[in-house]
């Protein structure tokens, strides 16, 4: 079974699509293939179905929902008659489990080549640490479970996933400054820092890209803009680091250290 999350959610038991339309056998399916191979526990999935409001038919309620993800599983085999539907979804004791391949579902690549990338940034090899990232970046298709309605456990999930893609990507940046791509990156911190203008990260990333490429001024502008939204918004003035960056600016220091710059 080929299962993507990040971004809509679709799942094709060869090549035939088997996600239901169903908004609580949806969350089944997400709930089993985030925890692919692993058990996910009856009462995990009652909460997650139905928080705390568990009605007394849920044992039964949640069985129909197994089974009807096992029947559109049993539709895409019909030309594998050595595979059977409970082969794929099982039941174990205390709950059910997922077998998908290795490789087959977008969140495990994406943890897979981000944990890469971060040892070879770790490793200073930032054209490799950047190459990878920029692959595990490339899987998002959107918000992670964007079409899944979510009860509490998968907004927990989704909200890790979402800050594993926000550290990907910063490190990914931090790899091409490293590299020297500092022209490369300023468009994109750009938008980045609009969508997030109280993001203190890739503020300092786009002071030190626009320093490096001959923008100072225009780094004094980004601080300034990150500076008033904290400012107003919070009553909080920027990390010290940000401020050392600043005055590393205006010093007229031509290679700041990316350290003080809150990069490394």
Same mark, same amino acid.
């Given at each position: ?9 679709? #799942? ?6 088997? =996600?239901?339309?169903? %908004?609580?056998?949806?969350?089944? &399916?997400?709930? *089993?293939? +985030? ?102 970046? #490339? ?6 479970? =964007?079409?899944?309605? %979510?009860?509490?456990?998968?907004? &927990?999930?989704? *909200?890790? +996933? ?103």
């Amino acid at each position: 079974m080929d299962i993507t999350l990040l971004g809509p959610l679709t #799942a094709y038991e060869d090549d035939v699509p088997v =996600v239901p339309s169903a %908004a609580k056998p949806r969350q089944i &399916l997400a709930m *089993l293939a +985030l925890q692919a191979d692993h058990v996910v526990t009856v009462p995990t999935l009652m909460t997650e179905i139905w928080g705390e409001r568990i009605p007394r038919s849920a044992a039964t309620t949640l069985q129909t929902y197994i089974l009807q993800l096992r029947r559109k599983i049993t539709a895409a085999l019909a030309g594998n008659p050595a595979v059977d539907a409970k082969d794929i979804l099982a039941t174990r004791f205390g709950g059910y489990l997922l077998r998908v391949r290795s490789g087959r579902i977008d969140v495990q690549e994406f943890e897979r080549l981000a944990a890469e990338g971060r040892a070879a940034f770790h490793a200073t090899d930032y054209d490799t640490a950047s190459r990878l990232l920029s692959r595990a970046l #490339a899987l998002w298709q959107g918000p992670a479970l =964007v079409d899944v309605r %979510a009860g509490s456990v998968l907004e &927990l999930e989704a *909200l890790r +996933l979402e800050e594993s893609r926000m550290a990907a990507l910063e490190r990914r940046i931090d790899a091409d400054l490293h590299l020297g791509r500092h022209t490369e990156v300023v468009p994109e911190l750009r938008v980045l820092t609009i969508r997030h203008p109280m993001h203190e990260r890739f503020c300092a990333q786009l002071m030190l890209a626009l320093h490096r490429s001959s923008g100072s001024w225009r780094a004094l502008e980004a601080y300034q803009r990150l500076r008033g939204t904290l400012v107003a918004e919070l009553g909080l003035e920027p990390s010290p680091s940000l401020q050392r960056l600043h005055q590393a600016v205006l010093s007229g220091d031509t290679a700041p250290d990316l350290q003080a710059a809150g990069v490394d």
